[in-house]
């Protein structure tokens, strides 16, 4: 499989995949380099294969390695990557991996910095474990408890045995963590009554029975997020089509900035759900006779949803509407379009001096009451 993947070039699935790592490493970064409450940044691929596609495209762990010096090399520059630690791990390809990252490393200081050697370089580490041993060692446990570390983990496996129940709850449970990992859905569901799927997923609690194939990664998705029972843990997750089969990416995180990103990328991918490349939710599609007539089906769906919260006054502050319609899995500020909506047909009230229309940033935003007239 290994040799399927990476001797040829990446397919346009892959690619997309591969986007939807960068861009979200790119918005998650900056974060966490700016905090001075974090002591250290940790960044680990535990499935990074060896570093390129058969045309020399980058995988994962080159991917990570360029997003890290930011724009215009400002964090090479500033020296922030002092703190930033990387772990690529492959049991298979970690000798190809080793050397695609030290011609990175050569070529980049040529092209950019001309120093003689990337300060990353030292901070980069490579192993060839086995990625569930790995996870089981002490070393992890302690990185992954430590409230002052920053943790971006990338789980990019094949099919879905890796990433199982127990693998989930535990980085769902970590502190300053944000996680991404790859699920093949369509297998899953082919193979929900095998006792080597049970073995890793309680696929008895998913019922793919009455669903489309382009939904069975959601029902996945939100399947993972019935094993966390925290308040402020959220989860979105990417539908990917190849061909027929449908693969996907599972996104969580314990704060709602991490959230905020996420989504933030997942919408420009795609700006109608902001959740496939498969058109989920059944929408005109550009170049389609009524295309651009009806809104998008999905925000049109949470909107009148989060409308009947708040005139029944289920959602009695801006803050947990704006945390409720991203758990719908809608970019906050749709809540925001919804409550002043409705302030204008005068069928709820926003109380207070600290009313506002933000939506971004969750975590610094005033909270305001809001009640239904
Ligand atoms: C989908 S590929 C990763 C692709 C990579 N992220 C990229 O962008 O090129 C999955 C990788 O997991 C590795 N692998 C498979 N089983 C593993 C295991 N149990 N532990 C660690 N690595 C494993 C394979 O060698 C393979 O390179």
């Not at 930011?70 to 002092?82: E, F, N, R, S, V």
């Not at 992890?140 to 920053?150: E, G, Q, R």
């Not at 019922?207 to 996945?220: W, Y």
Request: hydrophobic share 35%.
């Amino acid at each position: 499989m290994t040799e399927k993947l990476h001797s040829k070039p990446f397919d346009e699935g892959t690619r997309l995949k591969l986007n939807i790592f960068r861009k979200c490493f790119r918005e998650w970064l900056p974060v966490f380099i700016h905090n001075p409450k974090i002591d250290k940044i940790f960044v680990y691929d535990f499935f990074a294969g060896p570093g390129r596609d058969s045309e020399g495209t980058p995988g994962s762990p080159l991917i990570l390695l360029e997003e890290a010096r930011g724009a215009d090399l400002q964090y090479c520059k500033t020296g922030k990557i002092k703190d930033v630690i990387f772990g690529f791990n492959d049991k298979n390809e970690s000798e190809t991996l080793k050397q695609n990252i030290a011609a990175y490393f050569n070529q980049c200081c040529q092209r950019n910095c001309k120093k003689k050697e990337c300060l990353y370089e030292k901070k980069c580490h490579c192993a060839n474990l086995d990625f569930k041993s790995l996870f089981a060692s002490e070393n992890l446990k302690k990185i992954l408890a430590n409230k002052s570390f920053a943790k971006f983990i990338l789980l990019d496996q094949y099919g879905f045995s890796q990433v199982d129940e127990e693998v989930f709850r535990k980085l769902a449970g970590s502190p300053m963590t944000d996680f991404i990992f790859f699920i093949a859905s369509s297998f899953v569901d082919r193979f929900k009554d095998h006792e080597y799927t049970r073995k890793y997923l309680n696929t008895e609690k998913i019922d793919f029975s009455s669903v489309k194939p382009v939904q069975r990664h959601g029902l996945i998705a939100d399947y993972f997020a019935s094993l966390v029972n925290k308040p402020e843990f959220y989860l979105h997750h990417f539908t990917i089509r190849k061909g027929s089969n449908h693969y996907g990416l599972i996104f969580g995180t314990n704060h709602t900035y991490g959230m905020e990103k996420f989504l933030k990328v997942c919408w420009e991918e795609d700006t109608f759900a902001g959740e496939s490349n498969d058109n989920k939710w059944g929408d005109e599609q550009e170049g389609s006779l009524f295309f651009g007539i009806e809104p998008p089906k999905k925000i049109e769906a949470v909107k009148a949803e989060l409308r009947e919260m708040l005139l029944q006054g289920k959602i009695d502050n801006n803050i947990n509407g704006l945390k409720t319609a991203m758990r719908k899995r809608c970019r906050p500020k749709v809540f925001v379009e919804v409550v002043r909506q409705l302030e204008k047909e005068k069928k709820i009230e926003r109380i207070g001096e600290t009313v506002n229309n933000r939506a971004e940033r969750i975590h610094e935003i005033p909270e305001y009451k809001i009640r239904p007239l």
